[in-house]
């Protein structure tokens, strides 16, 4: 097992690291890719969220894992996911690979079976040309066909749809402004009656120099109270105070020392603003006592 301190080192440097590592045998991408080319019919709008994915433990922790199972297994398959991870941001926007390649392993100092993992989805090209003409009529766009699904993305992907048969196509997080991923989730939004699954992923609290590994103690006062106004500023569709959040949320430099693992849920939000979505909470709870497990989905 990790040290404390190789595993403090890896969660420190999970949003600055940006290296590829090879897997050990080649994904099946040819012949997934094959079929991904035509997009898959969807008749009904498909809900958006947004996934906490906490430590790249998760990907070997099925006490954890089982709870993003059990809530995509409550839903129906979607045609393809546009997933925003918090771990991939470049400006202007930018859409990545289409096809199936290497995973990111965007750590250090954890377990080798870690870096051993594949989830070759499919990629999505449908969804890419979708994108680019929904996109380049109102801003800057740009293509990074050779990055590959970081773990905020393939990490929660392993729990959520296991098989990995979903078309997978990632997104980069243009910007931490809310008003701005607000109105880009707004863009983003008509996709949904195509049946894509519009994610976003980071984790609603954030603070990696205040976890507590031994989880012998309590949740801080500082994540409780952060995690509940998000909570209930999502229930009562407070989009105003959402895009205000740094004003008027609670301990917010506590529970977001930085904030791009919480802005993807602007844009969530944002893609269900159109449709005026309700909100659930398929999992809760906290990781290490102070990172919030907290996923949403809308409608």
Not at 2 to 10: D, I, N, P, T, V
Not at 44 to 65: D, I, N, Q, S, Y
Not at 80 to 91: D, E, F, G
Not at 248 to 268: G, M, Q, T, Y
Request: with cysteine.
């Amino acid at each position: 097992m990790a040290s404390r301190r190789k595993f403090l080192q890896g969660l420190g440097t999970l949003a600055l690291s940006t290296s590829i590592a090879c897997s050990k045998r080649k994904p099946s991408s040819e012949a997934m890719d094959e079929s991904a080319k035509e997009k898959p019919t969807q008749s009904e709008r498909f809900p958006c969220g947004f996934v906490g994915h906490g430590a790249p433990t998760l990907a070997t922790t099925p006490a954890k894992g089982q709870d993003l199972s059990r809530w995509t297994g409550a839903i129906q398959k979607p045609s393809a996911i546009l997933v925003v991870s918090a771990h991939w941001q470049k400006r202007p926007v930018s859409i990545g690979t289409t096809r199936t390649i290497p995973l990111i392993y965007d750590f250090y100092g954890f377990e080798k079976e870690l870096y051993e993992l594949q989830y070759p989805a499919p990629g999505a090209p449908f969804l890419a040309e979708s994108l680019k003409a929904r996109l380049s009529e109102r801003m800057p766009v740009e293509e990074e066909p050779e990055r590959g699904l970081d773990h905020g993305a393939w990490v929660p992907l392993l729990w959520m749809y296991p098989e990995a048969d979903v078309p997978v196509l990632p997104l980069s997080l243009p910007t931490q402004n809310p008003a701005e991923l607000f109105e880009l989730g707004r863009i983003l939004a008509p996709l949904r009656d195509e049946g894509v699954f519009i994610l976003g992923s980071g984790n609603l609290t954030h603070n990696l120099r205040r976890i507590d590994m031994a989880g012998s103690g309590t949740t801080p006062a500082w994540a409780a109270e952060f995690d509940e106004w998000i909570r209930q500023v999502l229930v009562s569709r407070d989009y105003d105070a959402l895009m205000d959040y740094e004003q008027k949320a609670p301990a917010v430099d506590l529970a977001h020392p930085s904030r791009e693992h919480f802005v993807p849920i602007i844009l969530a939000a944002g893609a269900a603003s159109v449709a005026g979505d309700g909100v659930g909470f398929p999992v809760q709870g906290f990781e290490f006592l102070s990172i919030s497990r907290r996923c949403v989905q809308f409608g």
